[in-house]
């Protein structure tokens, strides 16, 4: 490990230390608590409609870090000690229903989302607390919903049986970052190819910086989840087949985007083993991907570009990432408020560059940074990020979160991935 990994680990150590966490045994079992419901409204609305609570068998998050320190998130959810009114779990995501409420379609119809949040299982009565950012950053409350652990309308059936394997790793799940690999569009002839496929893709996603360093830290499981067809739908050549979990290409009429709305039974799947992050395996070699933090990655199996893809789309997922891109065709419209700073980690509007990368700069790097030949090889503050040409600065004038040019992530985009991989493994 080189000495800028040193001092990056003892810098995100030290400032973690600041932060209080709670005693996992004295306010949770080891074992689920999952909440479900359907986000609906359209570009100027939203409401929450409750569908299901219940226990899950299996933990994989940490038992250290329970309490969210991160901010990253277009939403985020608490549980709430009611006895103590103590925040005893918090977590940050991201969600399609977010996405679309920026598209044109949104300002025209309203539609409804499924939603799925995970958490440890409270052994005391708490109350759930959704949250969603508004505008100008800051977050709202917007559905609260009540837990009585003892509840008997808390589910407790044990999730349908999916066949599994444990590829890679050793470690405790609790210490350890547990990716469940989910099978879509594989026929029940097709497991085997499944198998390697989550072998050669993890591969992918290990031979990048930092996770190369952190490989023996990490479980991969391969769950196998048998789809009626092989393959997955592509509406916009009228292909559509009777998968496990229903992706779909042409997500928002983009034909590159690669996702599913079904969070149920990605989800039902899951919980058969323990699970920090979800990776949906797609069996196709179409070119498409998509990644939603902390909610699921999703990418081809066989595209030649698989490799840049699935670390891209992880980034999303796990890290929170944003997109660098500024002139690839997406569907969002006015998707950042430029007199705010984002809460990606990659991205910054320089109205508060000092929570960002300003202290990885050279002190002769001019901000903003000219996209010329000068600077190619120069951590700067280049105009262009986001979905947007202006207003909107990146690290670097190509990274892995803009372009498949780059193998590998650029510096700030590492040391935000690695800031979570240590958050995740309890350190």
Avoid at 228 to 238: F, K, L
Avoid at 264 to 272: E, T
Avoid at 403 to 420: G, L, Q, T
Wanted: hydrophobic share 35%; with cysteine.
């Amino acid at each position: 490990m080189n000495c800028k990994s040193i001092f990056t680990i003892a810098f995100v150590l030290i400032s973690y230390a600041g932060f209080g966490q709670v005693n996992f045994d004295r306010y949770f079992e080891n074992k689920s608590l999952r909440i479900d419901y359907m986000m609906g409204g359209d570009s100027n609305s939203q409401t929450v409609f409750f569908k299901q609570i219940k226990e899950e068998p299996n933990w994989g998050g940490s038992k250290i870090n329970l309490v969210d320190k991160f901010g990253y998130g277009t939403f985020r959810f608490k549980l709430i000690d009611e006895a103590s009114e103590k925040v005893i779990y918090s977590k940050g995501f991201n969600s399609l229903f977010q996405e679309w409420q920026t598209t044109a379609e949104a300002q025209k119809i309203k539609r409804a989302f499924y939603q799925v949040n995970v958490m440890p299982y409270p052994k005391n009565k708490a109350r759930f607390v959704l949250e969603s950012r508004k505008w100008d950053g800051s977050m709202e409350e917007i559905w609260t919903y009540n837990i009585d652990p003892k509840n008997y309308f808390i589910g407790k059936e044990n999730p349908a049986s999916v066949p599994f394997t444990k590829l890679m790793g050793k470690g405790d799940p609790d210490k350890s970052v547990d990716i469940a690999f989910i099978a879509e569009g594989y026929t029940k002839n097709e497991m085997e190819k499944f198998r390697a496929d989550v072998k050669r893709v993890a591969g992918y996603i290990f031979d990048v910086p930092p996770f190369d360093r952190y490989k023996k830290r990490f479980n991969i499981y391969a769950l196998e989840s048998v789809s009626e067809d092989s393959g997955t739908d592509i509406p916009g050549e009228h292909i559509y087949k009777n998968t496990a979990v229903n992706t779909t290409f042409y997500t928002f009429d983009v034909d590159r985007y690669l996702t599913t709305f079904d969070l149920k039974s990605l989800h039902d799947i899951s919980a058969n083993v323990p699970y920090d992050q979800i990776f949906v395996l797609i069996n196709t070699d179409r070119y498409g991907g998509g990644g939603f933090y902390n909610y699921y990655s999703s990418c081809s199996a066989d595209n030649a570009l698989s490799y840049e893809v699935s670390s891209h789309e992880f980034g999303h997922g796990f890290a929170g990432l944003a997109d660098e891109y500024y002139s690839s065709e997406v569907a969002y419209e006015d998707f950042y408020n430029l007199k705010i700073e984002p809460w990606e980690p990659n991205i910054t509007t320089l109205v508060d560059f000092e929570k960002k990368w300003k202290d990885m700069l050279k002190e002769s790097t001019p901000v903003p940074t000219p996209r010329t030949e000068e600077y190619i090889n120069t951590l700067g503050v280049f105009e262009g990020g986001g979905y947007m040409s202006k207003g909107i600065y990146s690290p670097v004038q190509d990274c892995k979160m803009k372009s498949n040019k780059m193998k590998h992530f650029c510096p700030v985009c590492e040391r935000a991935v690695e800031k979570v991989i240590l958050f995740r493994i309890g350190e």
